[in-house]
């Protein structure tokens, strides 16, 4: 059998369409939350972020929203192309925790052609 | 341009070999961070370094080692290279003064 943990949650949508990555944090007390995006043979590379005392910032086809009051964060890409596919991490970061990222697991997005 | 460059992009290496990985970055960084990354687990902090010559355990430094001499150099040590660190290994970098991080573009170890 196939262990917890040790596959990616995969997201697949037609090309055009518009997607939407989730995430869920774990500590309230993040300042800031960013989303990466990791293409298959490269490090990930920055999307965009969002402060904790915003609820939405957009960006280049790309829209992020924050909910704290269930810690969720999501990831909207508009009219989804090709080049989009690659896996998507969100992370927290908190200041009082010792000025470092904590990752989440991160979900693949398939986009067909 | 920012740059993190990492010494392999692919790695073979025995069980029990001393394996060394190697990131710089060209960005005047104080801080630079070690990470394995496996499928579903995500990133994994293995150590990072606040500045030359400093270094702090992450969350799974077991069988790691890490050295930093000058600031564009972070290295990565295996000591006896195990199968169950057959990993993508990924370098990052940022100032002290921002939380964001910039990676390399990874090294996939396979330990056989």
């Known amino acids: 059998g196939e262990s917890v943990g040790l596959h990616l949650p995969t997201l697949s949508v037609q090309e055009g369409d518009n997607s939407i990555i989730n995430c869920a944090y774990s500590?309230?007390?993040?300042?800031?939350f960013i989303w990466y995006k990791q293409e298959s043979g490269k490090g990930p590379q920055f999307i965009i972020d969002?402060?904790?005392?915003?609820d939405k910032r957009q960006g280049q086809r790309v829209t992020v929203l924050l909910n704290k009051t269930v810690k969720h964060l999501s990831l909207q890409i508009a009219a989804t192309q090709p080049g989009d596919s690659a896996v998507y991490f969100c992370?927290?970061?908190?200041?009082?925790?010792?000025?470092?990222?904590?990752f989440g697991g991160g979900t693949r997005l398939m986009v067909k052609p | 341009d920012v740059k993190v460059t990492q010494s392999s992009r692919y790695l073979v290496k025995r069980t029990g070999e001393k394996v060394f990985l190697e990131c710089v970055q060209d960005?005047?960084?104080?801080?630079m961070f070690w990470y394995r990354q496996d499928p579903g687990l995500g990133l994994r902090l293995i150590y990072f370094?606040?500045?030359?010559?400093?270094?702090e355990k992450g969350d799974i430094p077991e069988g790691y080692s890490v050295s930093r001499e000058k600031k564009e150099r972070f290295s990565l040590i295996l000591e006896s290279a195990s199968t169950n660190q057959t990993s993508m290994y990924l370098c990052?970098?940022?100032?002290?003064?921002?939380?964001?991080?910039?990676f390399g573009p990874g090294t996939r170890l396979t330990v056989t």
């Open positions: 960005m005047d960084h104080e801080n």
């Open positions: 969002i402060r904790s005392n915003m």
């Open positions: 990052a970098s940022k100032p002290w003064d921002s939380y964001e991080q910039y």
């Open positions: 500590n309230s007390a993040s300042d800031y």
């Open positions: 992370a927290e970061w908190d200041l009082n925790a010792g000025n470092m990222l904590t």
């Open positions: 370094s606040y500045d030359v010559k400093m270094k």
